[in-house]
């Protein structure tokens, strides 16, 4: 069975700029989670999609947004980067029940200049 | 809120001692408790994972973690580190109450000596 996957692996933006970062859920899972990942603040948790709806959301502002597509696909949206926004943004898929694992995929590296 | 903490930010081992990573986290019942491993420029792992029953977990690569309620603490080893062990381990939370939010600890890296 095929891991999670991330697409893109390392994306350079510019400051004011927007980015879409995707990932690929393991077949069969319904849930999708984000995390921003810096040296900083470590792992934090940005939102969870199931079923397409939205379940969960961290503490992050309203510049970052996700979504979940009928096939479990899932896309981060961030608009308006920051330099702060630099992260390695890693998706965990699961299949959604209370306390059930969560794969994850190898991340991608944005980097805002 | 509930909180997860690695109070060692990097240890060094030499290659076959034991190794022991501390964990203590703050919930106010009993969480889901988890150990993820996480090389240079990968994903994390999961390691192990502890949900109820059994306070000593067993989990992959030769790793077990054991839970203790009275010291809120989920501690990881292994009884003989190996070369490729070295890597940053995180400890995570998870809330009982359906969501697939986890609260991770601020990781530890191993250093092995050879």
């Known amino acids: 069975k095929a891991g999670v996957t991330q697409t893109p692996r390392y994306l350079i933006k510019t400051r004011g700029q927007q980015v879409t970062l995707s990932c690929s859920p393991i077949?069969?899972?319904?849930?999708v989670s984000w995390y921003q990942q810096t040296p900083g603040q470590g792992l934090q948790f940005l939102f969870e999609?199931?079923?397409?709806?939205?379940?969960n959301k961290g503490n992050f502002p309203g510049r970052f947004s996700g979504r979940q597509f009928s096939n479990s696909r899932s896309e981060m949206n961030v608009s308006t980067l920051e330099l702060g926004d630099s992260a390695l943004y890693l998706c965990?898929?699961?299949?959604?029940?209370?306390?059930?694992?969560?794969?994850f995929g190898p991340g991608t590296r944005l980097t805002v200049t | 809120a509930q909180s997860v903490t690695q109070p060692d930010i990097h240890i060094t081992v030499s290659e076959g001692a034991s190794l022991e990573l501390r964990c203590n986290y703050s919930?106010?019942?009993?969480?889901?408790l988890f150990w993820y491993v996480q090389s240079p420029g990968q994903g994390l792992q999961l390691l192990l994972k502890y949900f109820s029953g059994d306070t000593l977990v067993q989990g992959i690569k030769g790793f077990e973690a054991e839970f203790k309620r009275s010291q809120s603490s989920f501690n990881l080893r292994k009884p003989s580190v190996h070369w490729s062990d070295a890597a940053e381990y995180f400890c995570?939370?998870?809330?009982?109450?359906?969501?697939?939010?986890?609260?991770f600890g601020q990781g530890t890296r191993l250093t092995i000596n050879p």
């Open positions: 965990a898929s699961s299949l959604g029940d209370q306390g059930s694992e969560q794969y």
């Open positions: 077949s069969g899972h319904r849930s």
């Open positions: 999609y199931f079923s397409e709806t939205q379940r």
């Open positions: 995570a939370v998870g809330v009982p109450q359906g969501a697939q939010k986890l609260v």
């Open positions: 919930y106010g019942a009993t969480p889901y």
